[in-house]
């Protein structure tokens, strides 16, 4: 199916985005690139910050639906999501895992999205604000209350710490992996190795009931 122009608008723009960065890319720029006058992208656009907004919108709903895709329990069944990782465990919930993680890294536009969000948070608060809700505190806060549903089911030990604590302990060593890959994308194969260890060894020290 072939793109509208909003959404061509912002796969030009996010290109330019990671190029550029925020700040270094203008309305100016996108158009030229897709050989429209400005006034024609404002059609579209409010501007700028609307334009970024809208890819934000985009891109997580297209994590959604990657989620929704491999059957990731909290976005199938929130209510019952323990039996839902209950039926995932073992091999299977390593290669989610692995699913994740390379979906992440290796979507172009999912990874520069990721990656402008990393660069531009350092000098644009807005930004800051979408990428730890996105990427940062508001993944720990999501995990935290999965890892809180877990405890109450009996299904994770919460004997190592509260929900949020084991929330950090699972997703700081992915969150770095993600850091390594972009800088060694060759060192995949050790990268999704030492990813599987974490998922298995994780499960193993908070007691997972199998």
Do not use: C, W
Request: aromatic content about 14%; hydrophobic content about 40%.
């Amino acid at each position: 199916m072939e793109k509208s122009t909003k959404e061509k608008i912002m796969t030009t723009a996010i290109y330019l985005f990671a190029k550029y960065g925020y700040a270094g890319t203008t309305i100016r720029m996108i158009a030229k690139e897709m050989n429209f006058s400005e006034a024609a992208l404002y059609k579209h656009f409010a501007g700028k910050s609307e334009l970024f907004k809208s890819i934000v919108i985009r891109e997580q709903l297209r994590i959604h639906d990657f989620y929704k895709k491999i059957s990731v329990p909290e976005t199938i069944d929130p209510i019952n999501v323990t039996a839902g990782y209950q039926e995932i465990q073992g091999e299977a919930l390593l290669k989610m895992a692995e699913g994740i993680f390379n979906f992440f890294t290796k979507d172009e536009e999912i990874s520069l999205y990721r990656k402008i969000l990393t660069r531009e948070q350092y000098g644009n608060s807005d930004i800051a604000e979408i990428y730890d809700k996105k990427f940062l505190s508001g993944v720990i806060e999501s995990q935290s209350k999965i890892f809180e549903k877990f405890i109450a089911d009996g299904y994770f030990s919460g004997k190592l710490g509260n929900s949020k604590l084991i929330a950090t302990r699972f997703y700081s060593p992915i969150f770095l992996l993600f850091q390594i890959y972009d800088i060694h994308p060759h060192r995949e194969n050790e990268i999704l190795q030492i990813l599987r260890e974490h998922v298995d060894s994780f499960g193993v020290m908070h007691g997972l009931k199998k």
